[in-house]
């Protein structure tokens, strides 16, 4: 992650590039906020905003009570 960017803009990069390269295939969960906050070491706000600019992407969708995927 580069340290030039905000924690969010990072995280949603670094997932970015986990979705176009295939490591998240299209349909599949993304890890829960709190087990990216773990995983990351960062606040749950920082993924919940690095979410959002995905979701505002059109890359993923959030499903209340079930997850969040990557969008098909």
């Not at 979410?51 to 079930?66: A, H």
């Amino acid at each position: 992650m580069s340290l030039n960017l905000p924690l969010y803009m990072q995280l949603a990069d670094t997932l970015r590039e986990k979705i176009y390269g295939g490591t998240f295939a299209f349909g599949d969960e993304i890890l829960s906020e709190r087990k990216l906050s773990a995983e990351y070491g960062i606040s749950h706000l920082t993924v919940r905003k690095a979410l959002s600019i995905l979701e505002n992407d059109g890359l993923i969708v959030r499903i209340p009570g079930k997850g969040t995927f990557v969008k098909s």
